[in-house]
């Protein structure tokens, strides 16, 4: 079992480029969660999907950011126009479906280290 | 609004038993999580509790007071690979597979 997979670990941009950081659940999840963490601040609810589905984007900001996790291949966050206060590490998690207590616990990827120049 | 408070640092030495408190108030509850992570990598899962009293786990124990909005993770026989920010988070809508908010973590430095 791989666990949730993120690419790129790291990834450089300069102001105004956008950036693509992916994502794929561990095997059997259907649930994806996006965060975001600056230094010395707690991980920030970005959003939650389902396939095909966002369910609550309640934390993602509501110009330059988008998400999506197709019928087909990893989640996408995609950030267009990216500015000096995007630089962060943006973790993916993922989860089991129902209700029962398997399906509390998320399991995150390892991160994308976006840095904008 | 959401509220998770947790110390943001705090240092003890190897073999020793380590307390760290989270209180929170947040518009609902559906289990409380506490989270390790070390520098540069995923945060892994600890333990998760969703009704009063203490969870045991090998040398990690967390409790839970849902009246008082209080947790803690105690750490026993701590060992240098023990260093980490633990995160405490909160389940707040009644529903399978909603997000968890965090609290800011506290950063533990265990030292020889």
């Known amino acids: 079992n791989a666990g949730v997979m993120q690419n790129p670990r790291h990834l450089v941009r300069r102001r105004g480029q956008e950036a693509r950081l992916r994502c794929s659940p561990m095997?059997?999840?259907?649930?994806v969660y996006w965060y975001r963490q600056l230094p010395e601040e707690g991980l920030k609810f970005m959003v939650y999907?389902?396939?095909?589905?966002?369910?609550?984007e309640s934390g993602m900001p509501k110009e330059r950011f988008s998400a999506e996790f197709p019928k087909e291949g990893p989640s996408i966050l995609r950030i267009q126009q990216v500015v000096r206060g995007d630089s962060a590490a943006y973790f993916c998690?993922?989860?089991?479906?129902?209700?029962?207590?398997?399906?509390?616990?998320?399991?995150f990827g390892a991160g994308s280290r976006l840095t904008v120049l | 609004g959401q509220n998770i408070d947790q110390p943001t640092e705090m240092t003890a030495t190897e073999g020793a038993i380590v307390q760290i408190n989270c209180t929170y108030q947040?518009?609902?509850?559906?289990?409380l999580f506490w989270y390790q992570q070390h520098a540069g990598e995923a945060p892994t899962f600890l333990s998760y509790?969703?009704?009063?009293g203490l969870e045991e786990k090998g040398r990690f124990s967390s409790f839970l007071s849902r009246s008082k909005g209080y947790s803690y993770l105690l750490l026993k026989e701590l060992q240098m690979k023990d260093s980490a920010s633990y995160l405490c988070a909160v389940r707040v809508k009644d529903q399978a597979g909603t997000a968890l908010i965090f609290g800011k973590g506290t950063t533990l430095s265990v030292s020889s």
């Open positions: 947040t518009s609902g509850f559906n289990g």
């Open positions: 998690a993922s989860s089991l479906p129902g209700q029962g207590p398997g399906a509390n616990v998320l399991t």
């Open positions: 095997k059997g999840h259907s649930h």
């Open positions: 999907l389902q396939k095909e589905n966002i369910i609550d």
């Open positions: 509790n969703v009704l009063d």
